[in-house]
């Protein structure tokens, strides 16, 4: 019998943990699967193999995991990976496919204009955007965020989109905060492009509180959020995995 196993980050926020359960409960509804259960990567229960386990218990015998996450870097390359060899240990009889995470994806780059338009700010021709990633060692994840700045730049004409990340490689979030202060700015979105509140969200906007940033010029906007682009991203990613 088919399962999915859906694995959502975790954060210390209930909010955020709330906000994803809701969607996952949504996107479910829309999944011609019977078994479908949820599991996170760090900081919430059920974490993988409780979640596999879960599966097993209503009779599953094929597990289709499907990372919910935005890029492919550690966690999906490595954490989930790892997590599933030891359920496969447990439960030998049982096939497992892994997915691929939401990636570069064009409804993802709509969510993030969506993000900046929901300010109601009138958007100047020399308007800058600048993408907070969550970051990771992985160089792919600059690598992908370098490519979703520039097709955001392309698709929306603004004069320029830089992406920076809140620990590892590539550009860091405080250097370019602290650039953004030297700079006599005219106009700059800065998007968290994360899916959803936590510990990351508070700690950007209280850092730009510190900065004392003119929130005229430097317009903090949303996190992408589960919206129902999202939604559709996931449901692709559910009908290759299946």
Known sequence: MKAILYVGHGTRLKKGVEEAVRFLDKTKSLVDVEIQETAFLELVEPNIVEGVTNCVN???????????????????????????????????HVNFTIGRPLGIHPFLIETAYERIMEQQVPINADAEVILIGRGSSDNAVVRDMAIISEQLKATYGFREVKSCFLYGAGPSFEQTLVELKSKQMKQVFVVPYLLFSGLLSVGIEKKIRE??????????CNHLGYNEKVRNVLLERVQEVI
Request: glycine share 2%.
């Open 211 to 220: 900065l004392d940033l003119d929130p005229s010029t430097v317009i903090l």
């Open 58 to 92: 209503q009779g599953a015998t094929h597990i289709s995991v499907v990372p919910i996450l935005l890029l492919t870097a550690q966690h999906a390359n490595e954490d989930i990976p790892a997590e599933i060899k030891i359920a496969k240990e447990r439960f030998p």
